[in-house]
């Protein structure tokens, strides 16, 4: 039955169909060279058949799987000799071309070159991984696919219609369930169609032929014997091997269960060896689920253990138990982010360990390796917000978390480390959070004594062994409470959801966003906002840059509007907000004179429409630390304490002072001016760990530009004499040494009429 001219070829209308290229090339006898690849019973041999009966050209045939070198040069002396006496060229059939070694298909290499032979392979393969690049890049590809439902069935009609090469002088009936069992598991091979039915008309009657007249009659039963033991279309190393090793893992990362299972049984059906199929599930568990169900590479680690444990043919319930648990289980690949890394560290070459990372046991005294290093179970949580990357890569991510299973629940709380680490670096005051390891008897003793000192936080001794270094610390007003001082991390989350607890905000609101230079505040309006609008504003370069990155990677309509700039700057033109948040408005990018107060308030509500809500957190330095609290003068040094109180009172008290000159009334007072309504301010006192640099103290003690500077009043206020004493005892106060400082945070909220 196989087809001897075009027209009676079937299927491969891809290549085949009137008008292609293959049709047009054969019809004028006008072939090159060529391969077909493409899986069992699809026509390849059959198709070179017809090339044969249709060339004018001599034809010869090899099979790679029982010819050599030897066959192949008696093919090409054949070839050279029609050339060079008749003229005539010669196409030369591989079949089976994969089977041959380099050498063998080496020996081909110059012979079609020169056009000596036109070359027909043929192969199941992948021809550009199977068969030589010199070949392949000589001849045409064509890809053979399985013939569809309707090919076979015109294959099965024209084997039992035709009356010379088929049953057509027989009487055969065949049930119509029993041709589609045929045609279905025979899978697009119409090698195995042609077989099956071969095998079930001639072994139905008792004797073939059958007398004239007699009715052979196919059932289903028949049709189901016919074709039971029908070889499963897999090669173990060959392309369906990968093939269908390649559909299984696509299904389980598609969460298909039963295409799963269908792939894994065709595998099993073939041969396959269980620990292959193991090994690419323990693969897919940790590179499609990953995170999202952290037990799924377990729970495989566990089956194939069991498997090895039972064995076949029980050992199977451990396979599908495997591969049923990958399909179902939700799916994340954000183990990818360690090719993101990989990619970072191949970029950015040799970058030395930030130091606080650095071995402390070696080198701290000589280098000051690991001094900065926060010990994170000597915070609330275990946790506490620092640098780990290093500085050339801050702002960078490469573990994103998906919205699905396990990974759902971890997802906001990276999101909020990852915020609060980064707030932390771009923090602008000008030291570090400091801490010891909690088992250390230096922590201990120092945690008390500084508390003891500063409990009252003015610097009054008090008696008791000082806090648990567990919680937080802060006291409202001035009144003591007794917690132990908390990280900036901590402080910043407080200031954040005080502020979005202040305001009522609703999923579709325009928020006008003043963050001073962190972004916990705008990555906060992004979440609540989802159906709204953020339009963040931030007065650093450095977390303008860092927050504008990490904006990129939201979906595009989720992200903010972004501004470098402060409270002075224009506004988009159609811009309407109903909610403005801010975060030190009155110390972070505005004029250096004038009434900076008022400015600030006033041009906050320009930016509100009527009913427009505004809540701010407003750093109030004159009811914070002063330096002078760190000082221990002593009963000798009374007039030079008295003098330096003095000064300092000048310093935080100055109406004129656009820094400082103002408290919780003054705002209360400017936000009544600037016509708010409902207006309230609340002032809460918040205490830090903080290493004070010897940089840092000299900095607080320059005169500098301003008039009202810290440095340029004490130094007006005191005498030579007693400045230089003062500056001497500060540095050794506190230059250098971890001390608690104490942040007093006015928050203040009010509705435009």
Known sequence: ???????????????????????????????????????????????????????????????????????????????????????????????????????????????VENGTIILIGATTENPFFEVNS????????????????????????????????????????????????????????????????????????????????????????????????????????????FDTISAFIKSLRGSDPDAA?????????????????????????????????????????????????VGLPEGQFHLTHAALYLATAPKSNSALGFFDALKAVEAEGATDVPSHLKDASRDKEGFGHGEGYLYPHAYRDHWVAQAYLPASLRGRSFYHPSHLGYESGIRKEVERRRELQLAAMLEPAPQEILTFSPESREFRRWLNRISRKYADGRGTPTSGDGPSPVHPIRYRGHAAVPQEPASISDILLEIRDRLYSTVEIARHDRLYVFDSGSGTLIWEAIRRVREGFVYGVL?????????????????????????????????????????????????????????????????MSELLPSGGRCAIAQIVPRNGTRPSDFVDFGSSDADLERAVQAAEETVYTNPESPLVGWGEPEILSAMERADFTDSSVDSEVFREYRNIRQVDVERWLQAGSREESYGAVMRRALAPELFARYAAALLRAVADRPVVWRICICFASGRKP
């Open 1 to 111: 039955m196989r087809p001897r001219t075009l027209d009676e070829f079937v299927g491969q209308d891809h290549i085949m169909g009137k008008g292609r290229l293959l049709r047009r090339a054969i019809q004028a006898d006008m072939l090159s060279s060529v391969i077909f690849s493409g899986p069992p019973g699809t026509g390849k041999t059959t198709l070179a058949r017809v090339i044969a009966n249709t060339t004018k050209s001599h034809f010869l045939s090899l099979n790679a799987v029982l010819s050599g070198v030897k066959e192949v040069r008696e093919a090409i002396s054949k070839a050279q000799e029609l050339r060079a006496l008749y003229g005539r060229k010669t196409i030369l059939f591989v079949d089976e071309v994969h089977r041959w070694n380099r050498a063998q298909q080496d020996a081909l290499l110059p012979w």
């Open 134 to 241: 010199a070949l392949v890049s000589r001849s045409r590809i064509f890809q053979l696919k399985p013939l569809t439902r309707d090919e076979l069935l015109d294959v099965a009609r024209s084997a039992l219609g035709d009356p010379i090469r088929g049953y057509g002088s027989y009487k055969v009936e065949i049930d119509p369930p029993a041709l589609d069992h045929l045609i279905d598991v025979s899978d697009g091979d119409a090698r195995t169609l042609l077989n099956a039915l071969q095998l079930a008309v001639e072994t139905t009657p008792e004797q073939f032929p059958p007398e004239a007249g007699a009715i052979i009659r196919i059932d289903l039963p028949v049709a189901e014997d016919s074709i039971q033991k029908r070889v499963v279309l897999y090669d173990k190393e060959g392309d369906y091997h």
């Open 261 to 309: 299972l269908y792939w894994m049984a065709r595998m099993m059906r073939a041969g396959e060896d269980p620990h292959f199929l193991f090994r690419r599930m323990l693969i897919s568990a940790c590179e499609d689920v990953g995170m999202a169900d952290p037990m799924a590479i377990s729970v495989v680690e566990a089956a194939a253990a069991a498997f090895d444990r």
């Open 539 to 603: 007065p650093d370069s450095d977390g303008f840059e860092i927050v504008s990155h990490l904006a990129a990677e939201l979906p595009e309509l989720e992200r903010p509007l972004l501004h470098l700039g402060n409270l002075a700057d224009a506004i988009p033109a159609d811009a309407v907000f109903d909610t403005l948040i801010a975060r030190d408005p009155l110390t972070r990018g505005q004029p250096a004179k004038g009434s900076v107060l008022d400015w600030a308030i006033a041009r």
